[in-house]
């Protein structure tokens, strides 16, 4: 009608996001759009934590699409949307109490409520008659009931005590308060039974559309409002063709959307033809009527006070801090933020499925039946580990142990641990706890928590003795090229003992084929501290002196890797690589049940010499069967059972390939379930500690460490070059420098006599001289000593 008679519709009750003002040109909005609700509501969520929400609301077109709104913004901050309550526009009680019953039986606490107040009263009142408006539960409710608090009779309000609402905000302004007075005089004039009237925000958006109307007409300058009737048919009144058309109205609706004023609701501006109004008030249902707790707009979030300057600058950050909100009283007057969920009322305790593998690798669940009163007996690291993390929840929580037994397959790809896991996603138990290992298709079923292992998976293998009559293990405990610099150093070292003790030294003076022999015996002998030849000269002292020393550490560490070879290296694994296993089409274990059987399947294992173990002594007694006698040759296991298998069989198996990384050991809950995060942060406090850790540990695990492996290499133990580079290059540095001092000293005293050679000789030839007049003169000495000798003899 407004289009075609060109007339401005002004509504200041039209909430309903589906009345979109810029699709109607001449329809004005002073009113808020109930979607623009949705982020204040999401930031309440926010601010307590609350990780699952479920709308209620009135089953009608117009209700769907604000729950819309609500929904698509709770799932934008990462709130699940579980579930959603329709009630029919018309409800009779039992309805109300049926849909009632159906969320009592959920694990949601938190619930956003959205019709208007006689329904909601109704809900409500009926909410707190089945004891769902007790501790523990939060409703929130939408503007649909909040605008309209202050004219509700207090028997509706007595029944949304503790009620937390997201409201439209005006200010409480001078103007607003001698507006309040004058209203309150003249209804009583006019009605003088009316004790108090109370004012709602729609009266003030009246109020105010009736100001922007007067001030657009006077702003216009409009006299008078002509119609044009362009009707040229019948001259029946109820004819939509007789609507005239205004020929001010286009002028009105421009001076409208230029109509700019301080309102009774707040500051009035049209923008896309809607009331430019988006702060919200958080207000908690308390006694006779409601606390403001807090404020949400959209540039700071949730903020205690209205900061004018802040609000329409910006500056602020967005906030969804529950500290930027007063105290609020929730329903049973709890002072305390709920968490948000609970268990079903008519299930209290949770049901927590177990492992039961009688026999297998019971450190990590163990289950005892027939213990005299005590019932079934649920032990292990696993159990030990998940009571510690409840006793560091911050609320207590009831449960009992369900033992799952392991039953027989048909066939080895079945897994027992995803028939567990199937059994929480199918809802048969709450959640399950063992060592069950994270994988991506079992969590695709249920929600881990974070694990509470490390955790990789390699194989076992046996291990041989070597044959220790190898008749030359005395080399390997250095490499060749360390060999080959050793016996470079026994004859340089040989070499400048006798050049610097020739000439003074009576033993160097032997017949040259004794020479070379005795250099090497003196530099070999010094190495085991056997040399009886006395040093004469201070630089062969010192040349001595440093060889000493270098020989004391290569000896040393010869008979330290002589040592390890003898006593370590003889135990070696039967199988070095996996390509070995599949190549040679050994068979291979695995431990039932385990997932561990896609890896091997996946690393291109037959899937025929795959064969499965369910407890350690299987595994020992397979793997010393050996693969052709209708044993295995390796097992592939994840890295905790393998601890338990070493430790009991230390020196008959050793670990072989690359580890594979898995995810560790974690327990399993139902899909969204509010457990998940609780337990996940329970398990960083509890590993974080490592007292309390190791104290599990070491009740279950005790002495249960791996044994020092063996290797495979022999060049593991020997000793390189690069180990005593800094003793050679020291020795070879003290020996040059010994060498230059003698060399330098012997051209000062007989520099002449060389020069008179090198002048007339090549140089090379000079040295052969030089080196000849030292050998006679050596020999001159000692023949002088020879005659010494003689004369003693004589005398």
């Not at 009736?210 to 009737?229: R, W, Y």
């Not at 530099?523 to 040399?531: G, P």
């Not at 006593?567 to 695995?590: A, C, D, K, S, Y």
């Not at 995810?663 to 399993?668: D, E, I, N, T």
Request: charged share 20%; hydrophobic share 40%; net charge negative.
């Amino acid at each position: 009608m407004c289009n075609k008679a060109r007339v401005p519709i002004l509504s200041f009750s039209a909430t309903s996001p589906s009345l979109i003002s810029t699709q109607n040109l001449y329809f004005y909005r002073i009113a808020q759009n109930e979607c623009a609700q949705a982020h204040a509501i999401s930031a309440l969520v926010q601010a307590f934590e609350w990780r699952e929400v479920v709308p209620i609301f009135i089953e009608d077109m117009y209700s769907e699409e604000v729950i819309s709104c609500i929904t698509r913004s709770l799932q934008e901050a990462d709130v699940r949307v579980s579930y959603q309550a329709a009630i029919p526009q018309s409800p009779v009680d039992y309805q109300i109490v049926q849909e009632l019953h159906k969320l009592n039986n959920l694990t949601t606490r938190v619930f956003v409520v959205h019709m208007s107040p006689i329904v909601g009263s109704r809900l409500f009142a009926i909410a707190r008659e089945i004891g769902m408006m007790r501790k523990g539960y939060i409703w929130i409710v939408t503007t649909e009931v909040t605008n309209k608090l202050a004219s509700l009779n207090s028997s509706i309000t007595d029944a949304l005590q503790g009620v937390v609402g997201v409201g439209a905000y005006f200010p409480k302004s001078t103007e607003f308060q001698d507006f309040r007075v004058r209203l309150k005089l003249k209804s009583q004039q006019e009605d003088p039974t009316i004790i108090g009237s109370e004012l709602n925000v729609y009266c003030l958006w009246a109020y105010d559309s009736v100001t922007a109307l007067a001030m657009a007409v006077e702003n216009a300058g409009i006299k008078e409002f002509d119609f044009q009737n362009t009707s040229t048919g019948s001259r029946n009144t109820t004819d939509f063709e007789m609507l005239g058309v205004s020929l001010s109205g286009p002028q009105l609706g421009d001076s409208l959307v230029e109509t700019k004023f301080r309102g009774l609701s707040g500051d009035f501006s049209l923008v896309d033809s809607e009331i430019n109004s988006s702060i919200f008030q958080i207000i908690n249902v308390f006694g006779d009527g409601k606390r403001v707790v807090g404020f949400w707009t959209p540039k700071s979030g949730l903020t205690r006070r209205l900061d004018s300057t802040k609000t329409h600058t910006g500056t602020n950050t967005y906030s969804t801090s529950k500290s930027n909100l007063g105290p609020i009283i929730w329903p049973g007057d709890s002072s305390s933020a709920p968490e948000g969920w609970d268990l079903p009322a008519n299930r209290k305790i949770l049901r927590i499925g177990v492992p039961l593998k009688i026999g297998s690798f019971s450190e990590f669940v163990k289950v005892d039946y027939g213990h005299g009163m005590g019932g079934t007996i649920v032990s292990g690291y696993c159990i030990d580990l998940f009571q510690a993390v409840l006793q560091a929840l911050p609320y207590p929580v009831s449960y009992e142990f369900l033992p799952s037994p392991l039953r027989d397959y048909d066939n080895l790809t079945s897994s027992y641990y995803d028939d567990l896991i199937q059994q929480v996603y199918l809802g048969t138990i709450d959640a399950a706890v063992g060592d069950i290992t994270i994988t991506a298709q079992r969590s695709l079923h249920v929600d881990f928590t974070l694990p509470f292992t490390g955790n990789e998976a390699t194989f076992i293998v046996p291990t041989k003795q070597e044959n220790k009559k190898d008749p030359w293990i005395f080399i390997k405990p250095l490499t060749w090229e360390l060999w080959v610099t050793s016996f470079c150093f026994f004859v340089f070292i040989g070499f400048v003992v006798w050049v610097l003790e020739h000439g003074v030294n009576k033993e160097s003076r032997v017949p040259p084929s004794h020479q070379v022999d005795t250099s090497l015996w003196f530099s070999l002998s010094t190495l085991v501290f056997s040399q009886w030849e006395r040093i004469h000269s201070k630089l062969a002292r010192f040349v001595v002196i440093i060889w000493v020393f270098m020989g004391l550490i290569l000896t040393q560490s010869y008979t330290a890797s002589l040592t390890t070879l003898l006593t370590v290296e003889h135990l070696r694994p039967t199988v070095t690589n996996i390509n070995q296993l599949i190549q040679n089409g050994e068979f291979v274990g695995f431990q039932y049940g385990s997932f561990t059987l896609e890896f091997l399947i996946r690393m291109g294992f037959d899937e025929n010499k795959l064969r499965a173990y369910k407890t350690a002594e299987e595994c020992d007694r397979l793997l010393t069967m050996g693969s052709r006698n209708g044993g295995i040759a390796a097992a592939f296991d994840e890295t905790p059972y393998l601890k338990v298998l070493l430790s009991r069989y230390c020196s008959k198996y050793t670990t072989i390939g690359p580890a594979i990384q898995t995810q560790g050991f974690a327990f399993a809950f139902q899909r969204n379930s509010p457990f998940v995060p609780d337990f996940s942060r329970a398990i960083l406090n509890l590993t974080e500690r490592d007292e309390d850790m190791k104290a599990i540990e070491d009740k279950w695990f005790m002495n249960k460490s791996f044994c020092p492996q063996p290797s495979s290499v022999d060049a593991s133990y020997s000793l390189d070059l690069d180990s005593f580079r800094g003793l050679f290059v020291l020795s070879g540095i003290a020996s040059s420098s010994a060498l230059i001092i003698y060399a330098a000293a012997f051209l000062y005293r007989r520099g002449r006599e060389f020069m008179q050679f090198y002048s007339n000789d090549s140089l090379w030839k000079s040295v052969c001289i030089m080196l000849t007049i030292i050998k006679q003169k050596g020999n001159r000495i000692h023949a002088q000593e020879q005659i010494h000798v003689s004369a003693e003899n004589v005398s």
